[in-house]
């Protein structure tokens, strides 16, 4: 059953293949990653570069078709370690498919794999770093070691996912797994941690993974902050909200009018606007945690939210590509003539492009109340002492909730909780469900 909805994915991706001319360039993040894999120093201020590792090995391809193509093998090898893993836990081979098959068929994973993004690379070395902590019973060393590697990872990827190896250690250790074990998982996990940090150090004067986090949490804070309670002093007061008023927090981080960028530099300030954020957020914690309450509960609405200025809101479908470059942008001909001279928009191939105009993936599969309800069924799970659910629900939650609480909600954002939340689902099922236990 699987390998035939596996090859049915796989087919999908071909299609997409032929349907579209190139991978989606967005800007700037894709160029950014682009010009950090060719020039290999660590950007100042959002991006980590492990995406850009990866880019850096298919440079010789000078093909953004062939990152897209690989893009696209991630997502099936994403599908096939879901399933894996949940048959190695006793799941019978429709319940383990039914979990993979999201992935495999949801247009917004798709999408991701067609573009220059982070997105898939993050959420494979997540599921990969679970898989492998959760193949056995019991966790060897090798397996806490292989583990930490990759969840560091996928940190140094997205910053957004560092706090998972702090949650994998949490669970060794209410598994009461050997304390060697444990420390193995966290060593392997922080050197490359620090490795980084202090490669960054040397570029930008700061052990840092990245120069923005304070700019982020500053940006959220601008939703509810009110410096009448704050009572910032002399140097963070130039911070407090000014008269603009914005559509979504990770607007004030760009809106030129914005307090902030009204001193130089954003993220030349981001140490002061993360004590600014520290400090709004200590004067008024319920005020924040009503924003981050508010906005994550838009990934369970019935009709999704459109948020400006984004990838774009999920509605199952393929969209015609057409459009050009921002070819006035320094940074854009740089990448062209340094990774890929045929670097170009995106367009649509006939009659590849009508094809998938057919394909219909409806939203209420991937999010919604069924997204609602998929958290709901690891969780119920866990109340019913299955234990198994444990380390996936918990990460689900954190992917879904951590982007929330640091800058803004995004349905783009909230993908990466999927794949982990119908893993939890599934091993929430498992043993409560008489019909969902393995045959004999």
Known sequence: MFLAVLTAGAALRVLVMLGYDTARLYWYDSFTYLDTAVNMR??????????????????????????????????????????????????????????????????????LEHAVLSDTQVILLVVAGLTVLMWRQEVSARAAVAAGVLLALAGLTRTAAVPLLGLAVLYLLLRRTPWRRTLALAVAGLVPL?????????????????????????????????????????????????????????????DAKASLNLLGDRFAHNDRARRFAVRAILAQPLDYLGAVVKETSLAFAFTPIAHPKRVGVPD????????????DQPLVRKVRAEYDPDIRAMRSVEPFASVLDLYRYPWLLHGGPLFAAVLLAGLGGLARGNRAALLPWAAAVFLLVAPVAALDFDHRYALPAIPVACVAAALGLHGTLPRFRKSP
């Open 194 to 254: 620090g490795l980084y940090a202090g490669w960054y150090a040397q570029h930008h004067g700061r052990f840092a993974l990245s120069g923005s986090d304070g700019v982020a949490l500053w940006a959220r804070t601008m939703t509810f902050a009110d410096c009448a309670r704050i009572a910032p002093p002399p140097d963070l007061a130039p911070l407090c909200p000014n008269d603009v008023k914005l559509d979504a927090a990770s607007e004030y981080v760009w």
């Open 316 to 327: 199952g479908v393929f969209h015609r590509a057409g459009g050009g470059l921002p070819e």
């Open 42 to 111: 660590p950007q100042g201020a959002f991006h980590p570069a492990g995406y850009s590792w990866m880019l850096w090995l298919l440079r010789p391809f000078e093909s953004m078709g062939v990152i897209a193509a690989v893009q696209h093998l991630m997502g099936l090898g994403v599908a096939v370690l879901i399933y894996l893993l949940l048959r190695r836990r006793g799941l019978p081979g429709w319940g383990a498919t039914l979990a993979a098959a999201p992935v495999l068929f949801d247009t917004g994973f798709l999408r």
